[in-house]
Every structure is written in C-alpha cells, then in structure tokens.
C-alpha cells in the first residue's frame, strides 16, 4: 500500500516541485552522485578502485522534444569524460527510453531509437558499452524492440528484464543468445496482477527461475539484486555452469556488501545516477525501503 503510493508520487507534477525545489537532500545524495557530469565522474573513479560502475544521467518521461535532445547530449558529452579520464574500460552508461522521446505521442520510439543510437555510437567511440534500463510494463514489447535494432550494429547493448512481470522467463529464453548482455532485476513500478506477480515470494522464485535461464544460456547475466539469497543462488550457479556473469547493484545499497564481494573477487557493477531529475528515481528507492522515507520527511519539514 505505501509502496503504491510512493510510486504514484513519483509520478505526480505537484508532489515532484516541492521536493525538487529543497537543496540536495542528505538522503538523496546517498542514492545520487550529484547534479554534474563531474561529481559523477569523481564518484565513478572511487568506486571503480574496486568495482566496475553504470552511470544513469537521471531524466525521465520527458513531454517535449528538445529534453531527449538534450538527455542524449548529455551522455555524449559524459561518454566524452569517460574516454578523456580513461575510465572507459569500468564504467558504462545505462539509458532509458522515456529519457529520449519514447513517450512522445509523435514518432516517440523513432526518436528514442535514433538517440540512443547516437549514444552507441558515442560509447562504441570509447570503447565502453550500453545498457537500456526497462521502464512500467506498457513499454516492454517496444524497449526490447529497440534494443533488438540497436544490437544490429552494437551487439554489446545491454537489455533489462523484470522478473515480477509473468512473461519474463520467456523473454529470457529469447535473449539469452551469444554475446547478449541482460540484466535480470526484480522490477521498480507497481504493476497490475494481470501482468506482474505482486507476491515477495512469488517474484523471488521467478527471479530463481529467470537466473537458471541465462545462466544456461550464452551470454552475460548481470543479476541485479541487494537480496542475500538470489546472490548466492547467482554466485552458485555461475560457479557450477562455469559461467561469467556481474553481480549489481544501486549506489548507496548496502555498500559494504558490495565491497565485501568485490574483495571475494566477484565482479560486481554499481549503477550510478547522476543530475537534477533525481525525484522519480529517488521515490522508487524510498518505495523498495519505506524505512527511508521517515528520514526524508524529517529532513523535509526541518527545511520549513
Ligand atoms: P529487495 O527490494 O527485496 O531488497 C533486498 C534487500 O536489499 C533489502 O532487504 C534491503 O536490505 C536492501 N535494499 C533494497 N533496496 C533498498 C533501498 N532502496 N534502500 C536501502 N536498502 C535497500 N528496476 C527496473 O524496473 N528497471 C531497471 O532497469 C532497473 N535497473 C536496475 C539496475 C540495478 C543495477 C539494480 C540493482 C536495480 C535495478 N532496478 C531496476 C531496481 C530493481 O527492480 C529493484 O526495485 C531493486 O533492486 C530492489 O530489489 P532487490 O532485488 O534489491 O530486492
């Protein structure tokens, strides 16, 4: 019930300009690098001593042309940062297709397709690769989509599946080709029974499932979960079918663990946003751990 309110904030206009108008929240920065392409780089190279890193330029939804222009601008110009400070080889770029005009009423996924083809090209100039994030369920057929075309000319480009969405073992099943990269999450947005399992235990035994499918499969699975136990389910896997894959996980989310299994010698991906457009992101965090949220409404009200 919280988590579902929390996510219906997040998308509201109103609840979004009053806290977006507060400084930089002491919460927020916990989950978010900061607002520039600099503080995101200074993070990316502490953390890339002992992990590999996936930067997000926070943006989403976006209602008019020149933002996607302008979101796929600022992952060129990131990718540009990332090649001159030589960190390429750690860190990647996760995108969303929300962020570059996919919910545009006119020719969305045509422009979304042409930016993030231009972001490829920007990552293929530094040699560092893509993942595309996967948005609410109503996106799914045409995020994969994109991603299928994108791979035409990058087979490298990275595709997201949620594992509380009923058709994801198939979809699995699908992409778990040579040289495909895929990420397999439990998934952010609160999705109707008809399509989503809506259970804990429901959603951990497809994420077992899903995981038994890449990890059969021949490409790169990259588990991303903070869950203790579908960590090791990954790791014993991985160890018994003898096969690569990265563990991931959320900037600020259990730290120490992420160190602890950098130091097994885990490969292990911490995905890190950066930028102003911090609120969508941050409300789907405040609803994974309503625990947070009593922090955040404190630090809030003392702003008054
Ligand atoms: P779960 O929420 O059950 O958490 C397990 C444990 O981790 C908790 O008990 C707690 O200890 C800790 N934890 C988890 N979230 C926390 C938080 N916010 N604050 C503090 N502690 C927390 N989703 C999506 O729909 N599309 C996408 O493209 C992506 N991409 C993505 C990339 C990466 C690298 C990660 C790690 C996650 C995503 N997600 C995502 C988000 C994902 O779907 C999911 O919402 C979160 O990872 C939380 O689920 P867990 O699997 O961690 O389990």
Redesign the pocket.
Known sequence: MLRSTLLAAARSPQVRAVVESGPFDPLVSR?VAGATAADALATARVLTLDRLV?LDHLGEDIAERAQADANVAAYEHVLGLLGDAGLADRVEV?V?LSAFGQSLETDGDKIALEGARRVCAAAAAVGTTVTV???DHTTTDRTLETVRELRVDHPWVGA?V?A?LRRTEADCRDLAGPGSRV?L?????DEPASVAYRE?AEVEAS?ARCLGVLTAGEGLP?V?????R?IDLARRLGRERAVAYEL???H???PAAQKALAAEGETV???LPYGTEWFGYFM???G??P??LAFFLRSLMSRG
Do not use: I, W
């Open positions: 989950f996936t996760s969303k994030d996967m948005e997201v949620q509380h990420r999450c439990k998934g952010a947005y804990r994420f990259m991303a979960t903070h869950d203790p579908l991931q996980m959320l600020g989310v259990r991906r911490v995905y789907r965090r405040l994974e751990r625990a947070n």
